[in-house]
């Protein structure tokens, strides 16, 4: 009964690095996505999976690569991290992504950029 | 695109005190969601509502959708220190398959 799985739970990069963060569910859910967390903005999507093969952008997707590796795993890759990227970030996930059902999160990446 | 605001931002309350906190969307909803973020944690759901006017409860917590289906309102009675975190409203637009989550609203409660 883990739910969404994320790793790593806290990272420090220097400007310039690169880094994937890794978001793993065992529910077997068909949708999942990427949100980040910045005090007073609330949650914004950086980027969605609906289902195994598919990616879209959100909201926030410039400077972020996703890849939806398989039903379960869902990956966020920065290539050339900025400190404007310092920020937490959730992983979530749906049973569709329509679902009448809310979304389960993953515990959160905190992330620091200098 | 699509926008969802939530007022107050932050609300100080004494234990036993009520607290509401109020989310507006710029288009009409077809469900919206509330989800409960502790001190440090992540989001966790907590319900969901779809038709207009309606209105659910969980113990101390009164979730209402309203007529046009453009804003809603948690409420919650006798407030209880357990209670603290940030609540946010999380809208999906009618025709959108993605869920746009509301600013938040931290609650803080003092014994």
């Known amino acids: 009964n883990a739910g969404v799985t994320q790793t790593p739970k806290f990272q420090v990069l220097k400007t310039g690095q690169s880094m994937t963060l890794q978001c793993a569910q065992d529910m077997n859910h068909n949708s999942m996505y990427w949100y980040r967390q910045d005090p007073g903005m609330g949650l914004r999507l950086i980027y969605y999976s609906a289902s195994e093969g598919t990616t879209d952008k959100g909201e926030v997707p410039n400077g972020y690569n996703v890849s939806r590796l398989n039903k379960r795993e869902f990956s966020l890759r920065l290539e050339s991290a900025a400190p404007s990227q310092t920020s937490v970030y959730f992983c979530?996930?749906?049973?569709?992504?329509?679902?009448?059902?809310?979304?389960?999160f993953g515990s959160g990446t905190r992330l620091t950029v200098v | 695109g699509q926008q969802v605001m939530q007022i107050p931002q932050y609300q100080h309350v004494q234990e036993g005190e009520d607290f509401t906190t109020y989310c507006n969307s710029s288009?009409?909803?077809?469900?919206i969601q509330w989800y409960k973020q502790r001190p440090g944690g992540h989001p966790v759901f907590l319900i969901q509502?779809?038709?207009?006017?309606e209105v659910k409860k969980q113990k101390r917590l009164t979730f209402q959708f309203g007529e046009a289906k453009k804003n809603s309102s948690l409420h919650i009675t006798a407030t209880q220190t357990t209670d603290v975190g940030t609540y946010f409203c999380a809208g999906r637009g009618t025709g959108f398959q993605k869920l746009v989550f509301g600013t938040g609203t931290r609650l803080l409660v003092s014994p």
């Open positions: 288009t009409t909803l077809s469900n």
């Open positions: 979530a996930s749906s049973e569709y992504a329509g679902s009448l059902y809310g979304y389960t």
């Open positions: 509502l779809v038709k207009s006017g």
